[in-house]
């Protein structure tokens, strides 16, 4: 359940006509990821404010829930596994509450916990052998989200188990893409988009005047876009499994792995989560990768104002069933795909 690499394309048209809104785009690195963050306003002066209460925003949330730095609330709780509760922030706590109720959706497809496998499969180039599987299934013995043990009284979270860890790189880049965005959109902006490595979302209007225009790339030819989006006020997060992978014995194995076996997925090559909130299509995108075509698209199919567009490994496009071609504006397929919209089909 690592987090994926999102293929998400956002296209800008700038005007520089006196007057006019006008675009204002800053680029960086944040938890260990590319942000970008935009905003829309008369004011270039006030663009730029915007956009660093944005960052300001991001990095605040990045020293919360980073595993990585040990002085978070996050290391504390991993730090204190099976050894006793730790009191957190009201915020921390609340994320981890959403997140296990994600859990309790998906049937464990997704899961925080799955930071306890963190060591075992490496996709940097050095692994040239499979896992052992006892290692894979040690390592997956420490994943349960019902062995996060929480306690609103005294706003404690504890890890049953020694050697449990939690981490949030499938919902942590979409929380902080919301809570960014939620800051810049009440700075007297026509319009603010914050997309954090694919995990994207908009607020307002374009410089246009018009809504976002976000393009979903080609999984096999990643420099082409296969379909356009027109968003307003929604998040769009996109995850493939064709960036990060690692060939072993001819065979491929992408780094989205499901925390209920330990091995990576199979069937999807790029799923797209469309709804009102990063952070919860950012975790749908994993859940609906590990869960595969049939699980993924009729746990969505069940949920009110969300949706997904799906490729399989065999380059089939499916979608959720109130997402229609009109939906997408002037698809851009390459002729390997197949569209499939419910029930009916066209290529």
């Known amino acids: 359940m690592i987090r994926n690499i999102a293929t998400i394309l956002l296209v800008f048209l700038s005007l520089t006509s006196l007057g006019q809104k006008e675009s204002r785009t800053k680029v960086l690195l944040l938890m260990g990821s590319r942000f ?14 915007a956009i660093e209460a ?28 099976g050894i006793k509760p730790v009191i957190d922030d009201q915020e921390l706590f609340n994320l981890i509450r959403r997140s296990i109720k994600v859990s309790e959706l998906t049937h464990g497809a997704f899961d925080i916990s799955y930071a306890s496998m963190d060591k075992v499969w490496r996709f940097d180039g050095e692994m040239k052998q499979l896992p052992d599987s006892s290692v894979v299934a040690a390592s997956v013995a420490k994943i349960n989200y019902k062995n996060i043990i929480l306690n609103p009284d005294t706003r404690t979270v504890f890890l049953k188990d020694k050697g449990m860890k939690i981490g949030f790189g499938a919902i942590g880049k979409g929380y902080a893409a919301n809570k960014a965005l939620d800051i810049m959109s009440k700075m007297n902006l026509g319009g603010a988009l914050v997309n954090a490595s694919g995990d994207l979302i908009s607020w307002g209007k374009n410089e246009d005047g018009k809504d976002w225009k976000v393009g979903i790339v080609n999984p096999k030819q990643k420099e082409k876009i296969f379909s356009w989006l027109n968003i307003s006020e929604t998040a769009v997060v996109t995850s493939g ?3 990060k992978f690692v060939k072993i014995n001819g065979e491929t194995y992408s780094h989205i792995i499901d925390p209920r076996t330990g091995y990576p997925v199979k069937g999807l090559s790029s799923v797209s989560i469309i709804c009102p909130n990063a952070e919860l299509a950012d975790a749908l995108a994993t859940s609906v990768f590990v869960l595969g075509k049939e699980k993924g698209l009729e746990l969505i199919n069940q949920l009110k104002g969300i949706e997904c567009l799906l490729i399989t490994d065999k380059h089939e496009l499916f979608t959720s069933k109130n997402l229609h071609l009109d939906y997408i504006n002037k698809p851009i397929i390459n002729h390997k795909y197949q569209i499939k919209i419910g029930n009916n089909h066209a290529k």
């Open 36 to 49: 970008e963050l935009t905003a829309i306003s008369r004011n270039q002066e006030n663009a730029n404010k």
């Open 54 to 81: 944005g960052i300001t925003e991001i990095k605040r949330i990045e020293k919360l829930i980073s595993s990585w730095n040990p002085n978070s609330q996050t290391s504390k709780i991993i730090r204190n596994a």
């Open 241 to 243: 499994n064709y960036e």
